[in-house]
């Protein structure tokens, strides 16, 4: 059930002999033969307790004088029912002597009062009882809700999916081992677009519908549609629909790979942008200078497949907000500066979904962009793409788009709705869509913050906690005086005093609810990225970058250093998987699952690496498989040796300056994406080896993990042989030969499986000698269309 335990809060105890408690008693056993469990708290403290741990409260029972000394305990305990839960039901336990003087906020707080003395047992456990199965059945958003009354109908399954509820399953061995690891309901639950109950998900009607207009109001959308196959798809859609063959689109060169194939689809001509970067190598914003009006129009006019565009106004620009590391813009800064350029902005919101349900993030997402915040005709369209099951409670591939229209750029329902089943499915997995259902309903009301608050916390917790235990190592003496570090401010400023306080020692309140905190300040040391505006950028604090010594984020290399990509091979022996690795620096997200011994374990591996460094652990106690996939290579070997060893390796080749050159000096785009698409798949290309790549056209993209950023975009020139791209990937592959199983993970690039040698695809000869014609725009009997129309 939605919720099946009710809270008493009360002093007396339920062991007690007076007359209080052994009504008490009588109160909960009768509650508890109504169905529910009942937890049990003595005072304020406990009760609080119970609120932050037990998420399925369906009522509680509050004594008002539950702490006597001080303000009363049942007030603290109302607070937090209210920063917790929304519109649970409460009762409160008040003395006759004191009920007209209670708070004005506590009869707007609670339902109802009790007088435990003056009413029967079982009248007031039928109360609390015939409250807590009203709260029970609301809190269940619209489509789990019709979804679970569906199920609880038990009809026989005459159409599809063919496995009838699981039936089907019981007929084989390895079928029955399957319906026994996932359980009955999530078949009874997988359904045909045949059950009229349920809505549909392209008609967006029935609950289906209820449930996406609900979504909207929640994450403060105009239209809201529920897509199963990820934010990917949702970029592909929402570029589909916004521009069109031969038509301009602005990319942020720090983009999904999915951004780019909604370009092959639709046949535009993309114009990118090139974000700032670290010395860290880490991709930063677009600074405000790329993406204004002079800016834009320049790189538009420079650009070769621009030329042969409709038109040279740009109808739509997309962005990467959060970036992967935490970078989130000020989003109303950015829709004013692409709105001089463009009618339609989309935010890629993929790791971002949260955003709105903290006031920490307050007007750094895309739906906070709408008339109120930027009335008149200039307001652009604006779409926002989110990975619900990133960082909200929702199943794998569950996702959202979010659009607010505006006038310039209408969006009309049918339109969009035929983009939508374009890249929909007509047999949509029904406990995903709940699961989308749920994930907002979560986010309903003051729950939503709180959610977020405790990601928050424990993230700032960790981040503190990484900082000073560095500086117990160096005040210890007794140890190399190094650590990890967290790519932070150092210091941050208290606005309501002025002082400036060590990261490490600012009060957890001031950096959960003051944004700026984080924001990047122009030109500080510890990002390192260049051309920032104040208030421009902020870091999310979710998102935690863990640096290892050897560089900073200016780009100086020490004589010594601990490559990363080591620490994570090291950190999956210890089952920690990060999110991302790049050559000084891992990535690790503080979702609405983390815990304090989750972030704990990570910090106990961390300080187990630096041990086991400073001692010089053989390879084969610290990384075995390592040795053992390649023995020839690591046997012998020890951590300390083979850290130096790669540090030496990466500064030699300059590998983060020269990842830096190639994303910075963009290569020369020859032919649209959309060509090259064709000419794959009509056999046109060929895979090139790097050392004859030089002078031929990327047929696909490649992107390189770490930093998974692309690196080469389809119809661009690679450049010559001693340019920055092929200097990258020659080092790049250098790097993967001499450091067997530290490989990057290049989408892209093929390997040879004899020589090792990376192999690209490109436009073979007689493509290349062809793509001018195959380029010219399609000649079409209307003319171009104006800026802002369809």
């Not at 959960?512 to 505006?533: I, K, M, N, V």
Request: glycine share 8%; hydrophobic share 40%; charged share 20%.
């Amino acid at each position: 059930m939605a919720g099946n335990t009710v809270l008493f809060a009360v002093r007396e105890h339920p062991g007690g002999d007076t007359a209080g408690a052994e009504q008490l008693r009588r109160i909960r056993e009768a509650v508890e033969a109504a169905g529910f469990a009942v937890r049990w708290a003595g005072t304020g403290a406990e009760a609080r307790t119970v609120l932050r741990t037990e998420a399925g409260l369906a009522a509680a029972l509050v004594d008002w004088e539950l702490d006597p000394s001080g303000e009363p305990g049942g007030a603290a305990v109302l607070r937090d029912v209210g920063r917790r839960f929304q519109s649970l039901p409460v009762f409160l336990i008040a003395a006759d002597e004191g009920f007209e003087d209670l708070p004005l906020w506590v009869s707007e707080t609670v339902v109802g009062y009790v007088w435990p003395e003056e009413d029967t047992a079982a009248f007031i456990a039928g109360r609390i009882s015939s409250a807590a199965r009203a709260y029970r059945e609301a809190v269940l958003p619209p489509f789990f809700k019709a979804l679970r009354h569906f199920d609880d109908t038990h009809e026989y399954s005459w159409h599809t999916p063919a496995h009838a509820g699981g039936v089907a399953f019981l007929k084989s061995p390895v079928g029955r081992a399957f319906h026994d690891y996932f359980g009955e309901r999530l078949f009874r639950s997988d359904l045909s677009i045949s059950v009229e109950a349920l809505g549909s998900l392209f008609e967006h009607t029935g609950p289906i519908g209820e449930a996406e207009r609900n979504a909207a109001r929640v994450f403060g959308a105009d239209l809201t549609y529920f897509v199963l196959h990820g934010d990917s798809t949702c970029d592909r859609l929402v570029g589909h629909f916004s521009v069109t063959r031969d038509e301009i689109a602005l990319v942020d060169r720090n983009c999904h790979k999915s951004v780019l194939h909604g370009l092959v689809i639709s046949g535009s001509r993309p114009v990118y942008l090139i974000p700032t970067r670290n010395g860290y190598g880490l991709s930063g914003p677009l600074p405000p200078g790329e993406i204004q009006a002079d800016t834009v129009a320049a790189r538009v006019g420079g650009n070769p497949l621009a030329r042969e565009a409709l038109s040279s106004q740009a109808q739509y620009a997309v962005f990467t907000n959060s970036t992967y590391d935490g970078l989130c813009y000020d989003a109303l800064q950015v829709a004013r500066a692409f709105a001089a350029s463009t009618p339609r902005v989309h935010f890629d919101e993929a790791w971002f979904a949260y955003a709105r349900f903290h006031p920490l993030y307050a007007g750094r997402y895309g739906m906070s962009v709408g008339p109120d915040t930027f009335p008149g005709p200039d307001r652009p369209t604006v779409f926002a793409t989110q990975s619900t099951h990133k960082l909200l409670a929702a199943l794998s591939q569950s996702a959202m788009v979010h659009i607010k229209p505006a006038p310039r750029a209408p969006v009309e329902h049918d339109r969009f709705n035929e983009a939508l089943m374009m890249h929909g499915t007509t047999s949509p997995l029904y406990p995903m869509i709940a699961s989308l259902d749920v994930a907002t309903a979560m986010m309903d009301g003051p729950q939503g913050r709180w959610l977020i608050d405790e990601a928050v916390t424990e993230a700032i917790r960790f981040r503190q906690a990484v900082v000073r235990i560095g500086r117990r190592i160096k005040a210890a003496g007794d140890r190399p005086a190094w650590f990890f570090g967290v790519w932070q401010p150092e210091t941050v400023t208290d606005p309501s005093t002025g002082e400036r306080l060590p990261f490490d020692e600012a009060p957890a309140e001031l950096l959960r609810t003051e944004p700026s905190c984080w924001e990047l300040e122009p030109d500080a040391d510890w990002h390192g990225f260049p051309g920032l505006a104040q208030g421009y950028c902020m870091l999310d604090p979710l998102k935690v970058t863990v640096t290892c010594p050897g560089i900073n984020a200016s780009g100086h290399m020490a004589d010594w250093g601990i490559p990363a990509r080591i620490l994570t091979s090291y950190l999956a022996t210890r089952n920690v998987v990060v999110e991302k690795t790049d050559s000084y620096t891992t990535l690790v997200l503080f979702s609405m699952g983390i815990t304090k011994g989750k972030w704990g374990t990570l910090l106990d591996a961390l300080m187990d690496f630096k041990s086991h460094y400073d001692e010089d652990t053989p390879l084969d106690r610290v990384l075995p498989g390592l040795v053992t996939a390649y023995p020839n290579r690591y046997t012998g070997g020890t951590l300390r040796g083979l850290c130096q060893e790669m540090h030496d390796y990466l500064r030699a080749v300059n590998l983060v300056q020269l990842l830096d050159t190639a994303f910075q000096e963009l290569p020369e785009p020859v032919a649209p994406p959309q060509l090259c698409y064709q000419r794959l798949i009509r056999g046109g290309t060929e895979r090139v080896r790097l050392a004859d790549a030089a002078g031929r056209v990327a047929a696909a993209m490649v992107t390189v993990t770490p930093p998974g950023i692309p690196v080469l975009m389809p119809g661009e020139g690679i450049g010559t042989a001693n340019g920055p791209l092929l200097r990258y990937l020659t080092a790049l592959e250098s790097f993967d030969r001499r450091f067997p199983g530290f490989r990057s993970e290049t989408h892209g690039v093929t390997i040879d499986s004899e020589t090792g040698d990376y192999l690209i695809e490109c436009l073979s000869r007689e493509a290349e000698a062809r793509h001018g014609a195959l380029s010219e725009p399609r000649k079409i009997a209307v003319p171009p269309p104006a800026l802002g129309t369809r």
